[in-house]
C-alpha cells in the first residue's frame, strides 16, 4: 500500500497517541454536551415541520466501506456492460460463445468487489444490445451522469473496420473507420453499425469526470489517439483522480481477435479472464486505468499468438490526462493497518487505558461544572436579550409611523422619476431601432450588390472556360487534319517511288531479254549465212539481207513502241506527283491559314481575359469598398450602441440604489411585521391542527359507517345472489321434467364474461394528477404462510409515516409532456402510441431510472414497497385493494388474451371504480406492473424494521408491484412481489410517484 497508508499502525502501540486520542476524545465529548444542552436556547422559537422522509437507499459510500477514511472520490461510479453472443441476422459462423459471460463476470465482479451499484448500471445482452439500445444508453447516461462521476464501460462483440483509402502506409491506416457491431445488425451493411466516431462523440459530451472503456473485439483499437506516459508514484493518485480522462483499453489493435471460450477459463476468452484476474487480484485500495494495461498485455500475448491488448486515451474526446480510479471495498483490503498489536505490550496497554478513564472522568468533571455556569449564562443573556427586545419594539413603533409617511412620499416621487425614464427610454429605443432597421436594410442592399456582382464574376468565368474549350478542340482538330495530310504525303511518296522502282526492273529486264533474243537471233544468222554461203548463189544472199532489213526494221518499230508505251507511263506518274504535291501544297496553305485563324482567336480570348480580369479587379475594389463602408457603419452603429448602454447601465445603478436604499426600508418595517405574523401563524396553526383533528375523526366516523354499509350491502347481495341460486335450481329441474333429453343444458355450464370488460369511463386528462394523502399508522403487511409466496413472509404490522400517491398510473399523455421538458429519451414501444387516442393510457416500456428521473424531476420520488401496500390494501389487511372478493372484470385490467398494443392492451387509468383501495387509488392491481424504490431480497421480510422500512441497502433487482393485463389474476394481490433487472423495459410495465404529505 502506498502513500500514508504505509505508516499507519495500530492506536495502542503508541502511548502519546493514545493520550492524545484520549484527550481529543474527552475534549469532542464535552463539547457535544455543551452544545446540545445550549440548542433549546438558541432554537426555542423554532417550530418542527412534519411530513414523510424517505431516505434514499444508495447513498455515497463511506469510508467504513471503501478504501481510506480520506477518501477523496466525489462522485458516483456508473456502468455501461454490454456483451452480446447472438446475432439473429447472421450466419451461425458469426455468432460468439463467450461476449456475454464476460460481461455478465465483468458486472458481478465490479458489484461484488468494487462497490459499483446495481441501480446505476446499465446492462445490454444480445437482443437487449440493439443499435437503438445502446444509443439510447448513451444518450441517458449523457442526461443523468454529474461532472464528479466516473463511467466504466466494457463492450464485448463484433467489431469492424475499414482502412483509409488514402491509406499508404500502416500510420495512416488508423484514419479508417471503425464500428461496434450491435445485435440487430445486417451483415456487410455499415448503416447498421454503431460507428466509432459517435462513440467518441459520446464518450467526449458525457459530463464524467472519468470515462473508461473496456472493448475486447475485433479492431478495438481504432478508437485509440498516441500512448502518454504517466507517472508511477502512488501518491499521484488524487491528483491523477481530479482531471478528467478518456481512456480505453482494447483486446488488440487493427486486427481480428479471438473469442473462443477457454475450458481452461471457466469458459471465459483469454483477455477477459486475465482483466477480471487483476480485478480480483488487486488489494491495494485504489487501482488505476493504466496499472491495468502493462500486465494484461504481456499475459494475453504470452498465451495468444498475434494478439496485444493495448491501452490508450481516446482520442478527441476530452482527456486531459486524469486517470480512472478503482475503488476496493474496504473487507478486500490488505496492508499494515491491520497488524495487532504485539502480545508483550498488552500489560502496558491495560495500564496506560486505566490512567486515560481517570483523566477523561476528571475532565468530565471539569465540562459538567462548566456546563451549569454556562446554562446560568445563558439564561441571564436571554433575560437580557428580552428586555432589550422589549425597548426596540417601543422605538421601532415610534418611528415606523414617521418612516411610513416618509416612505409614501418617496416611492410617490420615485415612481414619477421612473414613469419619466420609462418614456425616454422607450424613446431611445425606438430611435435605436429605427437606425437598426435602416442599417440593416443598407446592409442588405450591399450584400445584394456583392452577390449581383460574383454572379457577374461566375458568368464571365464561365464564358471563359467554354472559350478555351472551342479553341482547344478546334486546335486539336487542325492538328489532326495536318497529321492525317501529312500520312497522306508519305504514302502517296512511297507509293511514287515503288512505281519508279517497278518500271526500272521492267524496263531493264525487257532490255536484257532483247539482248539476248539478239544475240541468239545474230548467232543464228550467222550460222545460216555461213551454212548459205556454201550452198547458194549470190542471189540467196541478197534475198537473206533484205529479209534480215525487214526483220531490224521490224525489232526497231516494236523497240520504239516499247519505248514510247515506257515513256507514257512515266509521265503519267510525274502527272500524279505533280498532282500530289499540288494538293500537299495546297494543305500546307491551309494549314497555314487554320493557324492565322487561331492566333486571331488567341488574341481574342487573351483580350477577353484582360477584360475580365480588369472587371474582377474592379469588382474587388467595390467589394473592398462596400467592406470598409459597411465595417465604419457598423463601428459607428457599435459606438452609438455603447454610449447608450453605458447611459443605460449608470441610469439602472443609480435606480437600483435608489431602489436599495427603499428596500432597507421596507425590510426594516417587515422585519417588525414579520414577527408578528408569526405570532399570529403560531396561534393559527394551532387551531388548524386543532381543527385537522376534529376533521380526521369525523373522516375516519365516516370511513367507518360506509364499512359498515359496505358489508351491510356485501350481505344482502350474498342473500340475493343464493335466492337466485335456488330459483334458478328449481327452473333447471322444472325444466328437466318438462323438455326433451337433448335439449337439457350441459353440466358445468357458465356464462363467460370478457375479461377485458371496461365498465366504467376514465377520468378526464385534467383529473389525472390528483394525488392522494395516505396518513401515517400501521397496517399489515405480507401474507401468511401458506396464501402467498415465501418471501411474503411473515406478515407482520408496520407503521408508515403519511405521504401522498399519485391517484393513477403515470400517464402516455404525462409522460409526453415530461420528454418535451426534460429531453429525455423515449421508452421502448413509444412508436405504437396514438397520443390523441392514448393519452389516458399508463406509459409502458421505462425502466427503473427512467421511472425514477421522471418522480425526482416533479420532486417526488417512486414509493417503496411499504407505501405501496399500504395505499393499496389499507389497515384491514384486506388481499386486494377491492377487498376480498375474487378478482372478475369488473375490478381490474388482467389476463386480456391478445398481443401487445396500447389500444387493446391497456385500460384507460381510472377505468375500474369497483376496484380502487379503500384510500380511493385507482388500478394497484391489473393493468401494468409498477416500479417501487426498494431493492428485491426474498428474506428481506425476516429483518426488516417496524417503521417507515424502505428495502435493503443494496441488490441487484428491484421490486414490482400489482400484476399487469398479461398476467393471471393469481399474481394481482396486494402483498404480491415480483422482481426485475433495474434495465428491464416491457410493454407490461410502468409507474406512480410519491410524495411528502403536506
Not at 373522516?699 to 364499512?707: M, Q
Not at 395516505?774 to 401474507?783: H, I, L, Y
Not at 429531453?823 to 414501444?829: L, R, S, V, Y
Request: glycine share 6%; proline share 4%.
Amino acid at each position: 500500500m502506498g502513500g500514508s497508508m504505509k505508516t499507519r499502525g495500530h492506536p495502542h502501540t503508541n502511548p502519546f497517541r493514545l493520550k492524545l486520542a484520549t484527550f481529543a476524545t474527552g475534549l469532542a465529548v464535552g463539547s457535544f454536551l455543551i452544545g446540545a444542552l445550549s440548542l433549546p436556547f438558541f432554537f426555542a422559537n423554532n417550530s418542527v415541520k412534519a411530513g414523510v422522509e424517505i431516505k434514499p437507499q444508495a447513498a455515497k459510500p463511506s469510508a467504513a466501506g471503501g478504501a481510506d477514511p480520506d477518501d477523496f472520490i466525489e462522485g458516483n461510479y456508473w456502468a455501461l456492460i454490454i456483451g452480446i453472443n447472438k446475432y439473429p441476422t447472421m450466419d451461425k459462423d458469426k455468432q460468439l460463445e463467450a461476449a456475454r459471460k464476460d460481461a455478465e463476470a465483468v458486472s458481478k465482479l465490479l458489484v461484488d468487489r468494487y462497490g459499483f451499484s446495481k441501480e446505476r448500471m446499465v446492462e445490454l445482452y444480445d437482443e437487449q444490445a440493439s443499435r437503438k439500445g445502446v444509443i439510447r444508453a448513451f444518450s441517458s447516461l449523457k442526461r443523468r451522469l454529474t461532472d464528479k462521476d466516473s463511467l466504466f464501460i466494457y463492450y464485448a462483440g463484433h467489431g469492424e473496420y475499414e482502412k483509409s483509402a488514402t491509406a499508404k502506409s500502416e500510420k495512416e491506416k488508423v484514419d479508417g473507420m471503425g464500428y461496434w457491431i450491435p445485435s440487430d445488425a445486417e451483415l456487410d451493411d455499415p448503416a447498421s453499425y454503431i460507428f466509432n466516431s459517435q462513440v467518441r462523440d459520446y464518450l467526449a459530451n458525457i459530463p464524467a469526470r472519468h470515462i473508461y472503456a473496456v472493448v475486447d473485439s475485433c479492431f478495438s483499437g481504432s478508437l485509440m489517439g498516441r500512448t502518454r506516459q504517466l507517472g508511477l508514484s502512488r501518491s499521484a493518485v488524487k491528483e491523477l483522480y481530479q482531471q478528467p480522462s478518456r481512456w480505453i483499453l482494447a483486446s488488440g489493435g487493427l486486427y481480428p481477435v479471438p473469442d473462443a471460450a477457454d475450458k481452461a477459463k471457466q469458459g471465459h476468452s483469454t483477455f477477459a479472464w486475465h482483466f477480471m484476474k487483476i480485478l480480483r487480484q488487486n488489494t491495494n485500495p485504489y487501482l488505476l486505468a493504466k496499472d491495468i494495461a502493462e500486465p494484461i498485455a504481456i499475459r494475453v500475448s504470452n498465451e495468444v499468438k498475434d494478439q496485444l491488448p493495448r491501452s490508450a486515451p481516446v482520442m478527441a474526446a476530452g482527456d486531459e490526462g486524469g486517470q480512472f480510479v478503482f475503488r476496493l471495498k474496504r473487507e478486500f483490503l490488505k496492508g499494515p493497518g491491520d497488524a495487532a498489536p504485539p502480545p508483550g505490550d498488552l500489560t502496558a496497554l491495560e495500564k496506560q487505558l486505566e490512567e486515560a478513564e481517570k483523566a477523561v472522568k476528571k475532565q468530565q468533571e471539569e465540562f459538567e461544572k462548566k456546563k451549569q455556569a454556562m446554562i446560568a449564562r445563558l439564561k441571564q443573556l436571554e433575560e437580557e436579550k428580552k428586555r432589550r427586545e422589549v425597548d426596540e419594539e417601543k422605538q421601532l413603533a415610534a418611528a415606523v409611523k414617521e418612516a411610513e409617511e416618509k416612505i409614501q412620499r418617496e416611492a410617490k416621487e420615485r415612481e414619477e422619476r421612473l414613469k419619466a425614464e420609462a418614456e425616454r427610454l422607450k424613446k431611445s429605443e425606438e430611435e435605436r431601432l429605427a437606425s437598426a432597421r435602416k442599417f440593416e436594410q443598407e446592409q442588405k442592399e450591399r450584400e445584394q450588390k456583392a452577390k449581383e456582382a460574383e454572379l457577374a464574376r461566375q458568368k464571365l468565368e464561365e464564358d471563359r472556360k467554354a472559350e478555351a474549350d472551342r479553341i482547344a478542340a478546334l486546335k486539336k482538330e487542325t492538328e489532326e487534319r495536318a497529321r492525317q495530310a501529312e500520312l497522306a504525303r508519305k504514302k502517296a511518296e512511297e507509293e511514287r517511288k515503288a512505281e519508279e522502282a517497278r518500271l526500272a526492273a521492267a524496263l531493264k529486264k525487257r532490255e536484257e531479254e532483247e539482248k539476248a533474243r539478239l544475240v541468239a537471233e545474230q548467232k543464228k544468222m550467222e550460222e545460216l549465212r555461213k551454212k548459205q554461203e556454201a550452198e547458194k548463189d549470190a542471189a540467196r544472199l541478197a534475198e537473206l539481207k533484205r529479209q534480215e532489213e525487214e526483220a531490224r526494221k521490224a525489232e526497231a518499230a516494236r523497240r520504239k513502241a516499247e519505248e514510247e508505251q515506257i515513256a507514257e507511263q512515266k509521265r503519267q506518274a510525274e502527272e500524279k506527283e505533280r498532282q500530289r504535291v499540288a494538293e500537299l501544297k495546297r494543305q500546307e496553305e491551309e494549314h497555314k491559314a487554320e493557324e492565322k485563324r487561331l492566333a486571331e482567336l488567341k488574341r481574342q480570348e487573351e483580350e477577353k481575359e484582360r477584360q475580365r480580369q480588369a472587371e474582377l479587379k474592379r469588382q474587388e475594389e467595390e467589394r473592398k469598398r462596400l467592406e470598409t463602408e459597411m465595417k465604419a457603419a457598423r463601428e459607428r452603429e457599435e459606438k452609438r450602441l455603447a454610449e447608450m448602454t453605458k447611459k443605460q447601465q449608470e441610469e439602472e445603478r443609480r435606480l437600483a440604489e435608489e431602489r436599495r436604499l427603499a428596500d432597507e426600508k421596507r425590510k426594516a418595517e417587515e422585519k417588525r411585521l414579520v414577527e408578528e405574523k408569526t405570532k399570529a401563524e403560531a396561534e393559527r396553526l394551532a387551531a388548524s391542527k386543532r381543527q385537522d383533528e376534529a376533521a380526521r375523526k369525523a373522516e375516519e366516523e365516516r370511513l367507518s359507517t360506509l364499512a359498515r354499509e359496505a358489508e351491510e350491502q356485501k350481505r344482502k347481495l350474498a342473500e340475493a345472489k343464493k335466492k337466485a341460486e335456488e330459483a334458478q335450481k328449481a327452473a333447471e329441474q322444472a325444466a328437466k321434467s318438462s323438455a326433451p333429453p337433448s335439449e337439457a343444458p350441459k353440466s358445468g355450464s357458465e356464462p363467460i364474461v370478457e375479461a377485458t370488460l371496461r365498465p366504467f369511463q376514465a377520468p378526464k386528462s385534467k383529473d389525472l394528477a390528483t394525488l392522494i394523502t395516505v396518513p401515517a399508522g400501521e397496517f399489515v403487511m405480507g401474507s401468511k404462510a401458506g396464501d402467498g409466496q415465501p418471501d411474503e413472509t411473515p406478515q407482520r404490522a408496520v407503521f408508515v409515516d403519511a405521504f401522498t400517491i399519485d391517484k393513477y398510473e403515470v400517464t402516455v399523455e404525462q409522460y409526453a409532456a415530461y420528454l418535451k421538458k426534460s429531453g429525455a429519451e423515449p421508452p421502448d414501444f413509444w412508436e405504437r402510441v396514438n397520443q390523441k387516442e392514448d393519452g389516458s393510457r399508463p406509459v409502458v416500456g421505462v425502466d427503473w431510472l427512467d421511472a425514477k428521473d421522471f418522480c425526482e424531476y416533479f420532486g417526488k420520488q417512486l414509493p417503496t414497497e411499504a407505501q405501496w401496500e399500504k395505499a393499496a390494501r389499507g389497515t384491514d389487511g384486506r388481499k386486494y385493494p377491492w377487498g376480498n372478493d375474487d378478482p372478475g372484470p369488473l375490478f381490474a385490467n388482467f389476463a386480456s388474451g391478445v398481443s401487445f398494443s396500447y389500444s387493446k392492451s391497456l385500460a384507460a387509468v381510472g377505468s375500474y371504480e369497483s376496484g380502487k383501495s379503500p384510500y380511493g387509488v385507482y388500478d394497484m392491481v391489473g393493468n401494468v406492473w409498477e416500479w417501487v424504490l426498494d431493492n428485491y431480497d426474498k428474506a428481506y421480510y425476516q429483518v426488516a424494521p417496524p417503521k417507515n422500512p424502505a428495502g435493503p441497502a443494496s441488490g441487484d433487482y428491484k421490486v414490482i408491484r400489482g400484476g399487469s393485463w398479461s398476467k393471471r389474476p393469481a399474481v394481482a394481490r396486494s402483498a404480491g412481489r415480483m422482481y426485475l433487472a433495474p434495465n428491464t423495459r416491457s410493454n407490461s410495465l410502468g409507474f406512480r410517484c410519491v410524495g411528502e404529505a403536506k
